[in-house]
């Protein structure tokens, strides 16, 4: 299942919400109609959480069904809510915003190329994959160049088809180019997405839901 919606007006859903296929994480306080369509699209529990009193929880949180990845700068009050699904890693990194530069799966992990190898290691540990330093596209913000679930993988535009390649051989799932709100080309800042389903910004076109649709296989 894919719908459109937007935070108080902000179509970067990808930015604030993050799902792996058991549990969707989202800012506290957010509309009724909001928390439906992520409930409605996504399924598993629903989740409100505050990390160092930010609501950018998909900036600031990597995941797979296996475990997350998570700024060093929350605190365990934060964090004890989602200790019920997943192992936790708080990581030790100046490249605080984990989600913009972790883009995994239950596969494989691709993390920002300026990322520590003994973090490289951590990440691994946590998350249970295979994991290697990588960009998309010329892009090092990996969880923002691209959306992965354990169905299909979407990346930036500029994506090459030997990037591609590589890509869905590493995370073994097939890929796409996409975009979203409007042609923006970052797929991972504009939704949010697991195996059931996806929001995407309401900015969106038709077009674009339609490849993001076929990409994730949400059929």
Do not use: W
């Amino acid at each position: 299942m894919i719908a459109k919606a937007d935070i108080n007006g902000n179509p970067f859903m990808g930015v604030f919400c993050r799902a792996n296929d058991n549990v969707v994480l989202a800012p506290i306080l957010l509309p009724a109609e909001v928390k439906e369509v992520l409930h409605r699209c996504l399924g598993g529990d629903y989740l409100e959480l505050s990390l160092d009193g930010s609501p950018l929880l998909g900036s600031l949180i990597a995941m797979n069904n296996k475990g997350a990845v998570v700024t060093q700068l929350c605190s365990d009050e934060d964090l004890e809510p989602l200790r019920r699904y997943v192992n936790i890693l708080r990581l030790p990194s100046n490249l605080n915003a984990t989600g913009n530069n972790i883009l995994a799966n239950d596969n494989g992990a691709l993390v920002h190329p300026d990322m520590h190898p003994k973090n490289i290691k951590r990440i691994q540990e946590v998350l249970e994959v295979p994991t290697k330093a990588s960009n998309i596209a010329g892009v090092k913000t990996v969880g923002s160049a691209g959306v992965i679930t354990n169905k299909g993988i979407l990346v930036h535009p500029h994506t090459t088809p030997k990037e591609m390649e590589s890509l869905e051989e590493f995370f073994g799932v097939e890929g796409m180019l996409a975009t979203g709100n409007y042609g923006t080309p970052m797929p991972g800042a504009c939704l949010v997405a697991n195996t059931t389903g996806a929001v995407v910004g309401a900015l969106s076109t038709p077009i674009e839901l339609g490849r993001i649709e076929d990409g994730l296989k949400l059929y």
